[in-house]
């Protein structure tokens, strides 16, 4: 097994559209488990820190704008493989190439209001987490299920 963490962030208009929960539930219904959550509003500054990659392309500053334009709500996420399996839970960047089923297909129409933040590799993930939480607010516990989840 490689167990893995990865950084995921409902975005502002999935917190305005209450689908928080529809969200989370399937992460937790695939398996994966619960390591941090924190409802809170990002500064213009943790934006640009987050997506410093995409910086001087055409539409970062929308995207900094969207992103600090209300609470989001930033959790980590821990499981076998976990950063691909999020983002396959995820779907495509654009929700119109996104398979149904996954969530960026099934509550999203375009690319800019695409719903929710996952990280794209363990080192992305690893830079993402330590951004939005302290080492103290990732809990490590037992999980029963676990023997229900993994042979
Ligand atoms: P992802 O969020 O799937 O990892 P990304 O890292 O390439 O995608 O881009 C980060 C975010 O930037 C993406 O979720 C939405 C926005 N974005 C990316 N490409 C865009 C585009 N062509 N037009 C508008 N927004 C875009
Ligand atoms: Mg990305």
């Known amino acids: 097994m490689a167990v893995e963490r990865t950084y995921l962030m409902v975005k502002p208009d999935g917190v305005q559209r209450g689908l928080c929960g529809e969200i989370v539930s399937r992460f937790e219904k695939k398996g ?3 390591v ?5 509003a990002i500064s ?8 410093g990659e995409h910086k ?3 539409f970062y500053d929308s995207l900094i704008s969207y992103m600090t334009s ?3 709500l930033a959790m980590v996420w821990e499981g076998d493989g976990a950063v691909a399996v999020c983002r396959g839970i995820m779907g495509k960047t654009n929700p119109q190439e996104s398979a149904p089923g996954t969530i960026r297909g099934d509550f999203g129409m375009v ?3 695409n719903l929710i933040h996952g990280s794209d590799s363990p080192e992305s993930a ?5 951004l939005f939480f302290r080492p103290e607010e ?4 037992g999980r029963s299920a676990d023997a229900w989840i993994y042979e």
Not at 138 to 141: I, N, V
């Open 32 to 34: 994966l488990k619960l």
């Open 36 to 40: 941090a959550a924190k409802f809170t």
């Open 44 to 51: 213009k500054a943790t934006a640009e820190s987050h997506y």
């Open 56 to 58: 001087g392309k055409k």
């Open 70 to 72: 209300g609470p989001v």
């Open 111 to 113: 690319t800019g209001m």
């Open 126 to 130: 690893a830079r993402e987490i330590s």
């Open 138 to 141: 990732l809990m490590a516990y």
